[in-house]
């Protein structure tokens, strides 16, 4: 077991979720992904798919941070959440610092393997971390999609092209650093390259060296 916190940062198709949850078994530490934001969202009663939606629905958006937002230690602490009075809706600026907050806050408590979420760079000026990037060629990421969800080459290209699309344009305007930058991560691993067991004992080995 590990006392690190290690974030992993993905591209869609790339065997990053399998590699990061193979990842958290072998060290026995906890694997954090939707939960980060899923487990505030219940507190103020919506689904893990309306958690989903709402990063897309600006009106609902708005609404769960208002929620969240003005508790954001209930949301830590798993503690019931009371009513609250109308207030003005919060913005997407805070719903990302809520985002930043709770990861700081996980990453606080120890070790975690954390998966999206811009981990990343919310946990950057703490050096114990390792900030993992796993990447693929474009056409083994459109195979991997086909297997996976019985498509078609030109829909598995079409949203990994829209899914690296959304995220490059929100890294760049909430974080104004490139996704890709290999200058923001500790380790980046070519899944095509490098099998996912073996990519697993490679960040472990890497964890273990910082």
Not at 8 to 23: F, H, T
Not at 58 to 79: D, H, I, K, N, T
Not at 93 to 98: F, G, I, P, S, T
Not at 124 to 134: G, I, M, Q
């Amino acid at each position: 077991m590990t006392n690190k916190v290690i974030t992993v940062s993905r591209q869609l198709g790339s065997d990053g979720e399998e590699i990061a949850r193979r990842l958290a078994e072998g060290l026995g530490v906890p694997y954090l992904d939707r939960e980060i934001i899923s487990n505030a969202a219940a507190l103020a009663g919506v689904s893990e798919d309306t958690i989903q939606e709402a990063e897309r629905s600006q009106s609902f958006l708005e609404r769960m941070v208002e929620l969240l937002g003005r508790y954001p230690v209930a949301a830590e602490l798993g503690a019931p959440l009371p009513e609250l009075p109308p207030t003005p809706p919060l913005t997407v600026d805070v719903y990302r610092k809520l985002i930043v907050d709770v990861i700081c806050s996980v990453a606080s408590k120890g070790p975690a393997v954390i998966l999206g979420h811009g981990g990343q760079i919310a946990l950057k000026e703490d050096h114990s971390v390792l900030r993992v990037f796993v990447c693929a060629p474009l056409e083994r990421r459109i195979t991997y999609l086909m297997n996976r969800e019985s498509g078609t080459s030109a829909a598995a290209r079409k949203k990994i092209q829209e899914d690296d699309s959304r995220v490059a344009d929100y890294f760049r305007t909430y974080y104004k650093v490139n996704w890709n930058d290999p200058l923001i991560y500790d380790l980046v691993i070519n899944s095509d390259r490098i099998a996912v067991e073996a990519a697993v004992e490679l960040i472990m080995r890497a964890a273990g060296a910082i």
